[in-house]
């Protein structure tokens, strides 16, 4: 079967994120205060896997192998069929 995984990662919390500091800045400047501005990536990822269980374990896998670094980043996995 064919899954989409819906994969979010983010930097932990404390981590500095200085691409999310550089636009708090720049939306600032164009009038629209901030309290706070996080980064995030999103992934749309699509493959085989007999059932949601092994396309879940995929998914996981491809974050603890590539896409995320586990020392600064979480990461959250949604499979769909």
Not at 20 to 31: E, S, T, Y
Request: proline share 2%; hydrophobic share 50%; glycine share 6%.
């Amino acid at each position: 079967m064919i899954f989409l995984a819906k994969i979010t990662i983010g930097l932990k919390e404390g981590m500095l994120d200085p691409e999310a500091l550089a636009i708090r800045h720049a939306l600032g400047n164009l009038g629209f205060a901030t309290e706070e501005l996080r980064t995030k990536k999103l992934f749309l990822v699509r493959f085989d896997a007999a059932d949601a269980r092994e396309a879940e374990e995929k998914a996981k896998g491809m974050c603890e192998r590539l896409l995320a670094n586990p020392v600064i980043h979480h990461f959250e996995v949604e499979v769909h069929r």
